[in-house]
């Protein structure tokens, strides 16, 4: 982008035993919450579309974990818990703990200026730390290339970097302004492989996901790919309402801004070594959710961490892109997580996550 669980109604205490009703309303409205969510999924889901994958974990349980729609349309083979989604943005999270796996070695400081791995002009007086929290003020990627590649070619993150070396404007002063940056993310993921001297979905399968307890997630380049263990594929509707396969966009090759793809099941085993504080030393683990840039939407100041927005009582991130939205919130008050993964583009249409949040925390 972990409270008490959910509360149980008490029976009045007496010598007689407990009637079946009373037994009937036990365990604390979990089969409501699951029938409200199913409603809901159900009315965004279509049983022969695209879908979503729904997690929620709390005091180290998962509560839920559930699929709706398909994973493939052709096939017709539904998403379940180990089905794995496209995260986009969500991926970010990733990509910065790979930053902090080296940092906690020792080999890596925030305050490192990025010209130190990346020699070019326009990543002087930029720090490790304005990569990560979007003050950098590096252009963004998409726009040039979407302008001035041949799109029967996949790009990767090398070709971005090609560009930068041009030295094209930046669009602000490190540090002067807040600017969500995927290009940052890029960047990260090159001086990841800069400063181990491993290829960088090779460092993030060994040093994050499997410390985290992740054995089928893993980060995907379309121009090298590897084989997905349970692939969910993207979908977009056309003009006509009908879902077409989108997985072969020729911006796929680049990761570290996304490309993540990963399961319900695993996200959960993450979620819990993020809370136990399992993947690297406990003082690493403190600058996950640290807020170190600030910026106002609308009025209202928003901070952002390691891959994560974050409030005084939640971390939370959305990602979309090409076929694919997800959403991941963490409360840091009470141990309760929710994420909402889908390989369609309709999350945002009808407030699914307002919602399902507002169920959840109705039934906690």
């Not at 720090?127 to 990560?132: F, G, K, N």
């Not at 930046?170 to 995927?182: H, K, M, R």
């Not at 959960?268 to 959710?289: G, M, P």
């Not at 971390?315 to 994420?339: D, E, M």
Request: aromatic share 12%; hydrophobic share 35%.
């Amino acid at each position: 982008m972990k409270l008490p669980l959910l509360v149980f109604v008490i029976a009045f205490v007496s010598c007689n035993p407990p009637s079946d009703k009373a037994a009937a309303t036990e365990p604390f409205g979990l089969e409501e919450l699951q029938a409200s969510l199913d409603s809901l999924f159900n009315a965004e889901v279509g049983s022969d579309e695209p879908g979503a994958a729904l997690l929620v974990a709390s005091n180290g349980e998962m509560l839920i974990g559930k699929g709706y729609g398909l994973r493939d349309t052709e096939t017709g083979q539904p998403i379940t818990t180990s089905t794995n989604l496209r995260m986009a943005s969500v991926s970010k999270q990733f990509t910065a703990l790979c930053i902090l796996s080296l940092v906690d070695e020792g080999k890596l400081s925030l305050d490192d200026e990025a010209f130190s791995y990346l020699p070019y002009p326009i990543f002087k007086d930029i720090s490790i730390e304005h990569l990560l929290n979007h003050t950098s003020g590096l252009p963004d990627y998409y726009q040039h290339f979407a302008a001035n590649w041949d799109t029967t070619n996949i790009m990767e993150n090398k070709d971005v970097l090609d560009w930068l070396a041009t030295n094209p404007d930046p669009v602000f002063e490190p540090g002067d302004q807040w600017e969500y940056s995927n290009t940052a993310y890029l960047m990260l993921a090159l001086i990841v492989e800069k400063v181990s001297g491993t290829e960088f979905s090779k460092y993030a399968k060994e040093n994050v996901f499997t410390k985290a307890g992740m054995p089928g997630t893993n980060y995907f380049n379309l121009a090298q790919p590897i084989e997905i263990p349970e692939r969910a594929f993207c979908y977009q509707k056309d003009s006509l309402s009908e879902f077409n396969q989108v997985d072969g966009f020729f911006m796929n090759g680049v990761m570290g801004d996304g490309a993540v793809y990963t399961s319900i099941n695993d996200y959960f085993k993450y979620d819990q070594a993020l809370r136990n504080e399992t993947i690297f030393s406990s003082k690493t683990h403190q600058l996950i959710f640290k807020p170190s840039s600030t910026h106002e939407v609308n009025g209202t100041e928003r901070a952002y961490a390691m891959g994560w927005g974050v409030t005084d009582s939640t971390a939370s991130h959305s990602g979309g892109w090409f076929g694919t939205n997800t959403y991941v919130k963490r409360y840091l008050n009470k141990p309760l997580t929710f994420a909402i993964f889908m390989n369609r583009t309709t999350l945002w249409e009808n407030n699914l996550v307002g919602k399902t949040d507002s169920l959840i925390n109705e039934y906690l």
